[in-house]
């Protein structure tokens, strides 16, 4: 979490001591429980725009529904300092502490699992400044590290075949050294890599990837990439909606033996 939040977090720390009431009922007055608020207060979750709106809501009297109020406009602002945008430090947050990443992917292989090669060619096409691609490519690698650290996180990646055909700005070797990135990561313990292979026809999923995390207390959060920006999922109603298109995506997917020898046979095919 950078400086900027931890200033926020401490604000809401100090806002709720100086009404005098504890995690429980503060909770309460805004719609969170108890352990939301604390896992907050302490740096475990970080402060979302919904939550910093819902202590506007509750407090301040200047309330806006479109601006918020006090807390909503700190987070709002303060979340420009850092390099990042707010969603994708809210996101890589929850990413870095899941206890579990189901991750579906129908165009691009996920960037948890791209090479510093490919990651570049597709940021690469002349829509973002040479520093910004730098930047985020960077950002990427880093968020890697999730995998390989002591206590890595568990993934399962639901891939269509697509991903692995589809050539690179037309560099076949990218793809190649790709694909054998991917098998060397399906060969982890904790790590699995399941394709959808032609025979599935038009499924649901198709209409775009997202992620869903399992976090330390049993819920659940999910993250939508769209063209411009990403969207971070907490709504209860959408994140069942995602888990059940989840399930229908993975019964597709081949089993883990089968999807690991269809990637080692479509890397053949990339010299």
């Known amino acids: 979490m ?3 939040m931890k200033y926020v977090v401490m604000e809401f720390r100090l806002f709720r001591i100086s009404l005098g009431l504890g995690q429980e009922d503060f909770g309460r007055a805004i719609g969170y429980s108890a352990s939301h608020v604390s896992a907050v207060e302490t740096g475990g979750r970080p402060p979302t725009a919904d939550y910093a709106m819902a202590v506007d809501r509750s407090y301040d009297p200047a309330f806006d529904k479109t601006d918020g109020g ?5 987070v709002r602002e303060l979340s420009k300092i850092d390099n990042d945008p ?11 502490e899941a206890r579990l990443l189901r991750w579906y992917e129908p165009a691009y292989v996920p960037g948890i699992l791209q090479t510093e090669a490919y990651a570049r060619a597709t940021l ?4 973002l400044a040479p520093d910004e691609v730098e930047h985020r490519v960077t950002s990427r690698l880093e968020r890697q ?4 650290q002591d206590n890595p996180v568990p993934l ?5 075949v697509m991903v692995l ?3 690179i700005n037309g560099h076949p070797g990218v793809m190649r050294e790709q694909l054998d990135h991917i098998v060397k990561m399906a060969e982890l313990p904790h790590v699995q890599i399941l394709v959808v292979t032609e025979e599935a026809g038009v499924y649901p999923g198709l209409q775009g990837g997202f992620i869903l995390a399992t976090l330390p207390d049993g819920s659940v959060v999910a993250y939508l990439d769209h063209q411009v920006d990403a969207q971070v999922v907490t709504q209860p109603d959408r ?3 995602l888990q059940r298109i989840w399930e229908v995506v993975r019964g597709e997917a081949l089993s883990r033996r089968q999807s690991l020898d269809r990637i080692k046979e479509v890397a053949q095919t990339w010299k």
């Not at 006090?70 to 700190?74: P, T």
């Not at 690469?124 to 829509?127: I, N, R, V, Y």
């Not at 590290?145 to 390989?148: A, D, E, H, N, S």
């Open 239 to 241: 994140l069942a909606t």
């Open 2 to 4: 950078g400086s900027a």
């Open 165 to 167: 055909r589809r050539q």
């Open 86 to 96: 707010a969603w994708l430090r809210e996101w890589g947050e929850w990413e870095s």
């Open 145 to 148: 590290r999730i995998l390989t």
């Open 156 to 160: 399962v990646a639901v891939l269509d």
């Open 124 to 127: 690469a096409d002349g829509l």
């Open 70 to 74: 006090r807390f909503a406009r700190m």
